[in-house]
């Protein structure tokens, strides 16, 4: 299965909540598929994790910590996939 749109976009769907990654899923992506959906998830966190956010505004906290949350998940369920199939990343 080829990658649908960019991957980018893809890593921030995951981000949003709007697309989750799971093994049946995983099993439709080639190697250098899952390499691409690795980097991108990476990107997609630092800029996350670079985002600056009002101390006192705890709906933004939650919000971003939420994507951070589900980026850190999905970059989990790819790394613990790939281990098993002996792709490397």
């Avoid at 893809?10 to 099993?27: C, N, Q, S, V």
Wanted: with cysteine; net charge positive.
């Amino acid at each position: 299965m080829a990658l649908p749109g960019n991957p980018k976009g893809l890593a921030r769907d995951i981000a949003e909540g709007y697309f989750a990654l799971t093994p049946p899923i995983l099993k439709k992506f080639t190697p250098p598929e899952l390499k691409t959906i690795n980097l991108n998830l990476n990107i997609v966190l630092r800029e996350t994790r670079s985002e600056a956010v009002d101390t006192g505004n705890t709906e933004t906290i939650r919000h971003k910590s939420l994507r951070m949350q589900r980026l850190n998940q999905a970059l989990m369920i790819l790394s613990n996939y790939c281990k098993h199939q002996r792709i490397p990343l």
